[in-house]
């Protein structure tokens, strides 16, 4: 998978280089690219942002910039997809990257989107800072991309930088071969709907709290049973809106084991 991130602040991306991702670069299985948005900017301020019209406090983000910027990054996206399908002799259109632009006005960010995000060959990030990005150039984008605007949730952080890196851990884990050990995305938190259960690990016995006994029992089933209903308590305890969109799957689990 490749990755194009967009940015006035390319430096705030660069703990992307580290652990499982940076392993996972060095890998082959993951490209990221930062682009600095003043890179395509061509007055002696490299200016970005300019204020907005009707009014209203901030500044917000200049198109031409952008276009520039996407243009450059798509034309590196589809340089690359063009020699796979050669490789592959394959003479199929490729499809629109997907243009993820960060924004608190936008769709909620789910486990479900980073499960459909990392099918994806290519993908890119457009972070906007100040008031946002001028709305025309989602319009012209939606040309050559499949246009995204998301939110990490209801909350506002000052650019898109730090949605991105927790949108681009999250997409990124998911891609085949970057966790060493595929079960483990399997049982956590989210997978099927649910919250996941509680974990322990030696002692059994610590500064008076016990690890549930079933834990210790060898029961297998009896272990599924308990961990299916700490998810239910922990779910509806937490989390009670997500027992509405559970896996129809767990929910079946957790009538027998409840
Ligand atoms: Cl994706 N961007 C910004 N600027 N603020 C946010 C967000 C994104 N998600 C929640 N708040």
């Known amino acids: 998978m490749r990755i194009d991130v967009v940015s006035i602040f390319p430096e705030y991306l660069a703990p992307l280089a580290l652990s499982l991702l940076g392993r996972a670069q060095e890998d082959g299985l993951l490209t ?30 200049k198109a031409e910039p952008w276009a520039l910027a996407l243009e450059a990054v798509l034309a590196e996206q589809t340089g690359e997809a063009s020699a796979a399908n050669l490789h592959d002799g394959a003479s199929v259109a490729p499809r629109r990257p997907v243009l993820v632009v960060p924004s608190p006005a936008g769709a909620v960010f789910t486990q479900a989107m980073a499960y459909e995000l990392a099918e994806e060959p290519t993908l890119a990030f457009a972070c906007g800072r100040y008031e ?39 997409i990124g884990r998911l891609v085949p071969g970057v966790v060493g050990n595929p079960e483990s995305l399997v049982e956590e938190s989210h997978s099927d709907g649910l919250l ?18 079933v834990l210790l029992s060898g029961n297998h089933g009896k272990i599924a049973t308990w961990r299916l209903e700490q998810q239910l308590r922990r779910t509806a305890a ?4 997500l027992l509405d969109g559970a896996d129809a799957a767990a929910y079946g689990k957790a009538e027998r084991a409840v």
């Open 132 to 170: 946002g990005i001028d709305e025309r150039v989602l319009e012209w984008a939606s040309e050559a991309f499949d246009v995204r605007p998301v939110s990490l949730g209801d909350y506002v952080l000052n650019g898109g930088e730090v949605a991105v890196m927790a949108m681009v851990e999250a």
């Open 32 to 61: 990221l690219a930062v682009h600095d948005l003043r890179e395509f900017t061509f007055d002696r301020h490299r200016t970005v942002d300019d204020t907005p019209y009707g009014g209203g406090a901030g500044m917000v983000m």
């Open 196 to 213: 996941e259960y509680p974990v322990y690990t030696k002692p059994s016995s610590w500064r008076g709290h016990e690890v549930p006994e």
């Open 238 to 241: 937490r989390r009670p809106e």
